[in-house]
């Protein structure tokens, strides 16, 4: 069994829409959750993070956390075609040592004008 | 730009060959994991080191190995290369002994195993 699930895609959004990526998480205890950009060819480029409960802003991008459903999300607003990537979404599962991230393997965003 | 850099960046080897892969982390950053990530796959934890000791594993067999430099390099050798470790290999660099730690990661090398 998987331990983070994420919709493989593709996600197609209009130009300008607003595109939510949902990723869910096996682990209870597992502290923080990370959302990375990887264009076609690159390594992974970090989003932004969130641990508590609730959402967290970071311009266009808006993450949700959910850790009774064990659930994390990513809003991007306003899309634009340069958002067209593919979205992972890591999760940092342990407590006695942190920084040994599980992937999903990530949802392909693709933006059309 | 991350400041974590790989070489090289491509490479083709023959199955049952060994192959060494650098990384070169972050000033300031004691921590770097190393991660395979298959096409299509997400990335997968090979290992951690912090402070040059391996700091946990992933699901890996013992022919991936790894050192870590007191000058912020590392290297991940895999010995008898199979057909499987075709991949995009990953390090990622962080401060290390903090709660949340956001990993850099840097550009990857692609090894290619015929």
């Known amino acids: 069994q998987k331990e983070v699930e994420q919709n493989s895609g593709p996600l197609s959004v209009p130009e300008g829409a607003i595109a939510s990526l949902n990723c869910t998480y096996s682990d209870r205890g597992s502290q923080s959750f990370f959302w990375y950009r990887q264009y076609s060819g690159k390594s992974p480029e970090l989003i932004m993070f969130i641990y508590s409960n609730g959402d967290k802003e970071d311009g266009r991008f808006t993450a949700q956390l959910n850790k009774a459903s064990q659930y994390v999300s990513l809003l991007i607003r306003d899309s634009q075609p340069s958002d067209s990537a593919t979205y992972l979404c890591?999760?940092?599962?342990?407590?006695?040592?942190?920084?040994?991230?599980?992937f999903g393997a990530g949802t392909q965003v693709v933006v059309t004008p | 730009e991350t400041g974590v850099t790989q070489s090289p960046t491509h490479l083709i080897k023959t199955r049952g060959q060994q192959v060494t892969l650098r990384c070169s982390s972050q000033?300031?950053?004691?921590?770097v994991s190393w991660y395979q990530q298959a096409l299509g796959q997400g990335p997968q934890f090979i290992f951690q080191y912090y402070r040059e000791e391996e700091n946990g594993r992933g699901n890996f067999p013992p022919r991936f190995s790894g050192l870590q430099f007191p000058n912020y390099s590392s290297e991940l050798n895999v010995n008898a290369l199979e057909l499987d470790d075709s991949a995009l290999y990953l390090c990622?660099?962080?401060?290390?002994?903090?709660?949340?730690?956001?990993?850099?990661f840097g550009p990857g090398t692609r090894l290619l195993v015929l």
């Open positions: 990622a660099s962080s401060t290390g002994g903090d709660q949340i730690e956001t990993q850099y």
């Open positions: 890591a999760v940092d599962t342990t407590t006695d040592s942190w920084g040994k991230f599980q």
């Open positions: 000033s300031g950053h004691n921590t």
